[in-house]
Nanobody, 124 residues
Framework: VQLQASGGGLVQAGGSLRLSCTASGGAFSMYDMTWFRQGPGNEREFVAG???????HYADSVKGRFTISRDNAKNTVYLQMNSLKPEDTAVYHCGASRRVILSALATPSMYDYWGQGTLVTVSS
């Protein structure tokens, strides 16, 4: 499976962006999908996940501001980011897993495939 992320850019605090991640080469609907991010000097951290069942999970830091969704017909997972803050600045990576247990959603090694990342910069 190849993942291609897009939609990053420069936005002012309080603004919005929508990231997209399109998959090719696999049965997209059978994968649990996720977004992680890695800010300057930080480790990769979990942002949001959507399982093949459609259930959604979020990091506490983005709950109420970010929404993850998927369109299986388009082989694409989205991350709608609203009320952006400077601390949201990071490279955002999408990932795919054949199956990830709920307790391991935030563990990067649980995911089989990763996209190249898209940079989000939020200015104050």
């Amino acid at each position: 499976v190849q993942l291609q992320a897009s939609g990053g850019g420069l936005v002012q605090a309080g603004g919005s962006l929508r990231l997209s991640c399109t998959a090719s080469g696999g049965a997209f609907s059978m994968y649990d999908m996720t977004w992680f991010r890695q800010g300057p000097g930080n480790e990769r951290e979990f942002v949001a996940g959507i399982r093949r069942s459609g259930s959604r999970h979020y990091a506490d830091s983005v709950k109420g501001r970010f929404t993850i969704s998927r369109d299986n017909a388009k082989n694409t997972v989205y991350l709608q980011m609203n009320s952006l803050k400077p601390e949201d600045t990071a490279v955002y990576h999408c990932g795919a897993s054949r199956r990830v247990i709920l307790s391991a959603l935030a563990t990067p090694s649980m995911y089989d495939y990763w996209g190249q990342g898209t940079l989000v910069t939020v200015s104050s």
